[in-house]
């Protein structure tokens, strides 16, 4: 038995998103069959007819992309589910309060709806129902001494703003940059740790290049790289917002979530391999956190790796947009704090030959599984704890040393899920122990640890079929009533103590 002691005021945390937990819809629900007019999908169990309170079209709120996007059908979700009703935390916000008592968090990680603040996603017009609910819920924590960690953009665009084209648009830039303001003003005041946007790279490649994530853009070679243009300039202005207008007084902190797969060279005597685990990292990791901690402008091999690609294909200019100096003054530096959203390891091998224009393409790579690491209950998560090590200390060679929160971490089950969740509590243990060892052995300022998720929620395409919550949620009964794993009891022993008693 090992006891592994965390720094003093290390924040112990765990993370939700708006859409996946939040909406509560208006609607009567007769043999499992949703019959509000715009919504036709039928959930996992025949429910009596039942009017849940609240709404994700209710109180003010405005549509967003995912409202839209798994509305239209098509087998885009698992069992073409919805989270019109999801946790149903914005009716059951307290009943989130007392989950996160129990588990005796230091901070706890949320995200702000967009359309529910501003429904068309302008200040034009404020919805104040929207503004009420985050007062309670940020008045609430802070009386329970948790400090908030609030994310403006988790996914969730407006509609109103996708339909000028979204983050494939640089009018959303300035869109975002109004937004950002109206939060610091209206809740900076108690809130004093923000992150812009969460996993700018799954955007940029799920939501605008293959089309699998909401809006269902899908424009291989390009709008990845065009997204992911504006969305590192929309940080930068959110950034330089704050800090011109707000951190004198409110005197907080603002940075974007990263999110990154430790890469290993899949034959570490091939060179091509090596080469490729670089360039995997480039694209994943580099490509938001050098513009954003280093020089402003996109790592160089990714620079040139694209731009051959595009002379291939005949055009006279590269795919990838360029930043200009003035851009490129105006990103750099633009982070308080490094944030990390870690989950898997990938084993990385050359990749060639493919046709067209497209990232996968671009970054001829592939990562794949080690058949030897054990895998969770949701198929692409394989358990490696140990590339969370290696992640850590590699940011700090990288990007100066900066200090880091683990913004997201987690193990899925499969649905249905055991609440006895032994097995997984292992790999949770075995992960804190790997993050001890980072700060411990290898002198990376790891702030903070933050579990992915307080609940079992809503988990984007793959619906309620994956299960990420320390706290299970049963969708099938009308008040979703929240349960402890196992997991819930162990984690709130670590947090309590402030250590890791590991065998």
């Known amino acids: 038995m090992e006891r592994l002691t965390f720094p003093e005021s290390f924040a112990w945390g765990a993370s939700t998103a708006a859409y996946q937990i939040e909406v509560f819809k208006i609607s009567a629900i007769y043999g499992g069959l949703c019959v509000r007019c715009v919504c036709t999908k039928t959930y996992n169990k025949a429910l009596p007819v039942f009017l849940w309170p609240g709404g994700w079209d209710a109180d003010g709120k405005g549509l967003n992309v995912w409202d839209t996007f798994t509305h239209q059908g098509g087998d885009r979700v698992y069992k073409n589910q919805t989270g019109d009703v999801a946790c149903g935390s914005y009716t059951l916000w307290e009943e989130d309060l007392k989950c996160i008592k129990q588990l005796g968090l230091t901070h706890y990680r949320f995200s702000l709806s967009w359309s529910r603040l501003l429904p068309d996603g302008t200040t034009g017009f404020i919805n104040q129902k929207g503004v009420d609910y985050y007062n309670k819920l940020i008045d609430s924590l802070l009386a329970m001494n948790v400090t908030p960690l609030v994310t403006l953009y988790h996914f969730d665009m407006p509609q109103a703003i996708e339909d000028q084209g979204g983050w494939n648009s640089e009018k959303t830039v300035e869109f975002f940059e109004q937004y950002a303001k109206f939060c610091y003003s209206t809740f900076g005041d108690r809130v004093k740790m923000w992150i812009t946007i969460n996993e700018p790279h799954i955007v940029a490649q799920l939501s605008y290049e293959q089309g699998l994530f909401a809006p269902g853009k899908s424009e291989p070679g390009y709008g990845a790289y065009r997204s992911a243009h504006n969305m590192i300039k929309g940080h930068a202005k959110a950034w330089h917002a704050y800090n011109t207008h707000f951190k004198e007084k409110q005197k907080g902190y603002v940075s974007i979530a990263l999110d990154s797969d430790w890469a290993e060279p899949l034959d570490p005597s091939s060179s091509d391999d090596k080469e490729a685990c670089k360039r995997y990292?480039?694209?994943?990791?580099?490509?938001?956190?050098?513009?954003?901690?280093?020089?402003?402008?996109?790592?160089?091999?990714?620079?040139?790796?694209?731009?051959?690609?595009?002379?291939?294909?005949?055009?006279?200019?590269?795919?990838?947009?360029?930043?200009?100096?003035?851009?490129?003054?105006?990103?750099?530096?633009?982070?308080?704090?490094?944030?990390?959203?870690?989950?898997?390891?990938?084993?990385?091998?050359?990749?060639?030959?493919?046709?067209?224009?497209?990232?996968?393409?671009?970054?001829?790579?592939?990562?794949?599984?080690?058949?030897?690491?054990?895998?969770?209950?949701?198929?692409?998560?394989?358990?490696?704890?140990?590339?969370?090590?290696?992640?850590?200390?590699y940011i700090k060679e990288q990007f100066g040393d900066p200090d880091i929160y683990i913004t997201e971490n987690g193990f899925a089950q499969s649905d249905p899920p055991l609440l006895q969740d032994t097995h997984r509590w292992g790999y949770f243990q075995e992960t804190l122990a790997e993050v001890w060892k980072a700060i411990r052995q290898d002198g990376v300022k790891v702030k903070g640890y933050f579990a992915w998720s307080l609940l079992d929620n809503f988990e984007w395409t793959s619906g309620y079929g994956a299960r990420f919550g320390l706290f299970h949620v049963d969708f099938n009964q009308p008040n979703l009533p929240r349960t402890p794993y196992f997991s819930a009891f162990e984690y709130a022993k670590v947090v309590k103590g402030n250590e890791l008693i590991y065998k």
């Open 281 to 393: 990292l480039h694209f994943r990791l580099h490509w938001f956190a050098n513009p954003i901690f280093i020089d402003g402008d996109y790592p160089s091999g990714m620079k040139i790796k694209i731009s051959e690609k595009s002379i291939e294909e005949g055009l006279t200019t590269s795919r990838l947009p360029e930043f200009t100096d003035e851009e490129k003054t105006m990103i750099k530096g633009t982070a308080d704090f490094f944030c990390l959203n870690y989950y898997t390891t990938r084993n990385v091998k050359r990749l060639s030959n493919q046709s067209g224009p497209s990232f996968k393409s671009d970054l001829e790579a592939e990562g794949v599984k080690d058949p030897e690491w054990p895998i969770s209950g949701i198929e692409w998560l394989a358990v490696v704890p140990w590339g969370l090590r290696r992640l850590l200390a």
